[in-house]
Nanobody
Framework: QVQLVESGGGLVQAGGSLRLSCTAS????????MGWFRQVPGKEREFVAG????????YYTDSVKGRFTISRDNAKNTVYLQMNSLKPEDTAVYYC???????????????WGKGTLVTVSS
């Protein structure tokens, strides 16, 4: 079992920055691919960014490329999402997820956190 706890959400003005953190329990954190997803009411949860466990490969949805950066610290069992140049359309609940596979689809993730709210005001 892996438990994930997100933190770092909040209210920020457009153009500002936030850093989300996700801390995992369990001794095998380094063996999981870690992803960030987001969801707004009435819409499906969508992939934002992911980082593999065995190599420094990162993946981003097009709308956040160049603005968001995902990273991980296996010694701290933590994955981060640095979000810069935030836009009102980035407003959502952001979820951390873990997977032993190589797909970033929501159905392929093995574990989920409870989410943290990010609100970007215009």
């Amino acid at each position: 079992q892996v438990q994930l706890v997100e933190s770092g959400g909040g209210l920020v003005q457009a153009g500002g920055s936030l850093r989300l953190s996700c801390t995992a329990s369990g001794r095998t954190f380094s063996r999981y691919g870690m992803g960030w997803f987001r969801q707004v009411p009435g819409k499906e949860r969508e992939f934002v960014a992911g980082i593999m466990w065995g190599r420094p490969s990162t993946y981003y949805t097009d709308s956040v490329k160049g603005r968001f950066t995902i990273s991980r610290d296996n010694a701290k069992n933590t994955v981060y999402l640095q979000m810069n140049s935030l836009k009102p359309e980035d407003t959502a609940v952001y979820y951390c997820a873990a997977s032993q596979g190589s797909s970033w689809s929501t159905g392929a993730m093995d574990y989920w956190g409870k989410g943290t709210l990010v609100t970007v005001s215009s």
